[in-house]
């Protein structure tokens, strides 16, 4: 299973929100590229990034962040926030992203989406499934709809999606432990490469998201508020 460390980027600022909530936001660092850094140093091999300002902008707006993390790394990144346009995915590759998260436009524009999947291939393209209450959010998790997360991923299973990255947003940010049951039912529904996020607090949190078969696990706030140490997570991968 990977353990993906997480950098969100807001105003250029590596931050941490509560419950995708932009009003609640905590600055970690100045300096996301350094925070890169000090992944990689501790033995991480991939690394998760969400431009929050582009998930609100509907358009990339911290590339430059992401060009210099991927310049001065050598982490497998995932990349997130603002993917709406065939411009946007070019953009986040020849920043040096080796995969892009695709969700609002899977909800807003599906065959859209179904098209960047056949271009560049499931390998390259992650379907973003977030979820408020198990239904899926979008748009910076600002809008809500009335698709159910595990119909929603089945869905797209069935056209070929490979990896799914699934936040509970009731969940990220609390450190109170991730969506153990939902994740269960994901699985067992829809096979899919499953990459956990939301609420993850210690160590044994992630070794029961390997027992359930998920192919992913990101970790952000438990690791900025020192819940999980570094050495001992990075052990696992």
């Known amino acids: 299973m990977k353990i993906i460390p997480a950098i969100d980027i807001l105003n250029g600022k590596c931050v941490r929100l509560q419950k995708g909530n932009y009003s609640q936001s905590t ?44 310049k001065n790394t050598q982490l497998q990144v995932d990349f997130g926030g ?19 998260i695709a969700g609002s436009i899977a909800v807003k524009q599906p065959e859209v989406f179904l098209s ?13 499934a977030d979820a408020k209450d198990r239904k899926i959010v979008s748009m910076g998790w600002q809008e809500s709809s009335e698709f159910d997360v595990v119909d929603f991923i089945k869905s797209f299973k069935k056209q070929g999606v490979q990896h799914v990255i699934c936040t509970d947003i009731n969940k990220d940010g609390m450190l109170t432990g991730p969506a153990f049951n939902l994740y269960a039912e994901i699985l067992k529904e829809s096979s899919c490469q499953l ?25 952000g706030k438990a690791i900025y508020e020192g819940q999980i140490n570094l050495k001992n997570l990075s052990e696992l991968c």
């Open 82 to 100: 603002g993917i709406k346009r065939e411009e946007d995915i070019q953009m986040a590759f020849d920043a040096g992203a080796q995969q892009i």
């Open 116 to 128: 960047w999947l056949k271009t560049y291939g499931p390998e390259r393209i992650i379907l973003g």
């Open 27 to 70: 600055t970690y660092s100045d300096n996301p590229v350094a925070v890169a850094q000090s992944f990689e140093d501790q033995g991480f091999t991939h690394l998760h990034v969400v431009d929050l300002d582009g998930a609100k902008a509907n358009k990339i707006i911290n590339y430059k962040s992401l060009e210099a993390i991927c």
């Open 195 to 219: 990459i956990a996020s939301g609420g993850v607090h210690s160590i044994e949190d992630i070794k029961k998201l390997k027992a359930l078969g998920c192919a992913g696990v990101i970790v």
